[in-house]
């Protein structure tokens, strides 16, 4: 059972434009939503996170936009370069121990996102 | 500071055969973390460590073992390779299990089962 559903797989995007990817939750005990951005070849790095408790967190070209009625959250990348061009991923954890998976990540299946020049 | 490292790098191994990676941290972190990713399948949670001489089984753990007995090391055993494990390996670190709390990732190990 996925418990963080991604979309898209895929986008391509132009220079300048905005990115919009997408994630949706099952699991109401979540109360942390981070989002990774991984280069080829490298590990995921933290990109921008948020709590259940705001609906929007914004950092330089990067926002999560956060809707807990309809357990979806979302990443906009503003102006996209083509610096920006990696795989991105949607997760989210709980800390209260529900199955003893307090502080675990559940990772989406990741969006490959391509900034064409 | 270093980070968090992996070693080796990339790995080829046959069936049947056996091989540790591993994961060090100089953060004194409590909560270590092993991952799998595979194409389409994002990041999956293999074991988990909440201290030393504490682990714990995440999402697929069959076919690998772990082990704590630092702070800083936490080795991912591979008891007899199997082609379905060929997979980049990641391990992560974070200060404890507390939310909020930003999980670092290693540079990952490629392994490929012939």
């Known amino acids: 059972q996925q418990q963080v559903k991604q979309s898209p797989q895929s986008l391509i995007v132009q220079k300048g434009g905005i990115s919009i990817i997408n994630c949706a939750y099952e699991n109401t005990a979540f109360d942390y939503f981070p989002w990774y951005q991984q280069f080829p070849g490298k590990g995921p790095a933290l990109l921008i996170a948020i709590r259940p408790d705001v609906s929007e967190k914004k950092e330089g070209r990067f926002t999560i936009s956060f809707n807990k009625s309809a357990k979806q959250f979302s990443l906009h990348i503003m102006d996209s370069q083509p610096g920006d061009s990696a795989t991105y991923f949607c997760a989210a954890s709980s800390g209260s121990n529900y199955g003893g998976s307090q502080g675990n990540l559940i990772f989406g299946k990741g969006t490959k996102l391509s900034v064409k020049p | ?114």
């Open chain 2, 1 to 114: 500071n270093a980070g968090v490292t992996q070693t080796p790098k990339f790995q080829v191994l046959k069936t049947g055969q056996s091989m540790t990676l591993q994961c060090a941290q100089d953060m004194n972190h409590e909560y270590m973390s092993w991952y799998r990713q595979d194409p389409g399948m994002g990041l999956r949670l293999i074991h988990y460590s909440v201290g030393a001489g504490i682990t714990d089984q995440g999402e697929v753990p069959n076919g690998y073992n772990v082990s704590r007995s630092t702070t800083e090391d936490f080795p991912l055993r591979l008891l007899s390779a199997a082609p379905s494990q060929t997979s980049v390996y990641f391990c992560a670190s974070t200060l404890d299990r507390g939310t909020y709390n930003e999980q670092f990732f290693g540079p990952g190990t490629r392994l490929t089962v012939l």
